[in-house]
């Protein structure tokens, strides 16, 4: 059995999704099954080995925005209740402030940067090859951050097989370079998969999508 875990970049795979529903006419993607996006990928984890591949898990990182608009929050904790209602594992970092200083104005800027992202996929990454918990990590970014722990993984773990699924305009030389087995997720992809409206989920509750969405 080829036993496949996704880990997303929800961050990377978010920003990518706002430029896909630009480029889509008359439509969004943001209301994204990802669950349904990660099975519509499996036949080609499944070329790669010597069996099928089986969907065994799917993480999803991010952080909630907590110094947004509750409005922009509210949306957030919807969507990541959608995610956990379809069985996937969400992990969740934080934001934390920090003083800019402008040379050219002369102030200091609060701003807010996403803190842990990167080293939970990587620590999770680890985890899951450790504990022989699949065959196949297919990690869902574009972010070269991530490609330290994955050189460190394909030589630690030679069985294992490690690539990325780059989300829409997010494909990367470098990272495709490390893992030849990656592709690239395409706008028709996210259209396909997309959650109903409503959602109906196990306990009989529906959840809309937002209308600005």
Not at 61 to 84: E, I, N, Q, V, Y
Not at 127 to 143: A, F, K, N, S
Not at 175 to 200: C, H, M, T, W
Not at 204 to 211: E, F, H, N, R, V
């Amino acid at each position: 059995m080829n036993r496949t875990v996704f880990l997303v970049d929800g961050f990377n795979l978010y920003h990518s999704v706002v430029e896909a529903s630009r480029d889509a006419t008359g439509t969004t993607t943001k209301w994204l099954d990802i669950k349904k996006l990660c099975f519509s990928y499996l036949p080609i984890a499944g070329k790669f080995g010597s069996e099928k591949a089986t969907l065994e898990r799917v993480y999803y990182f991010s952080a909630p925005p907590t110094h947004r608009t509750p409005d922009k929050l509210g949306r957030h904790l919807l969507f990541m209740k959608c995610l956990r209602a379809t069985g996937i594992n969400v992990e969740l970092a934080r934001f934390k402030q920090k003083e800019v200083y402008c040379p050219n104005c002369k102030r200091v800027f609060i701003t807010h940067a996403e803190k842990e992202t990167d080293v939970a996929i990587a620590a999770r990454l680890f985890e899951v090859c450790c504990g022989d918990e699949c065959e196949t990590v297919i990690l869902m970014t574009g972010d070269t951050d991530l490609a330290p722990a994955v050189r460190v993984c394909k030589r630690m773990f030679p069985s294992k097989l490690v690539f990325f699924a780059f989300p829409y305009k997010r494909t990367n030389r470098e990272l495709a370079g490390l893992a030849p087995e990656s592709f690239s997720i395409k706008l028709k992809a996210y259209l396909r998969n997309q959650f109903p409206d409503p959602l109906v989920l196990p306990d009989g509750t529906a959840i809309q999508k937002p209308s600005n969405w």
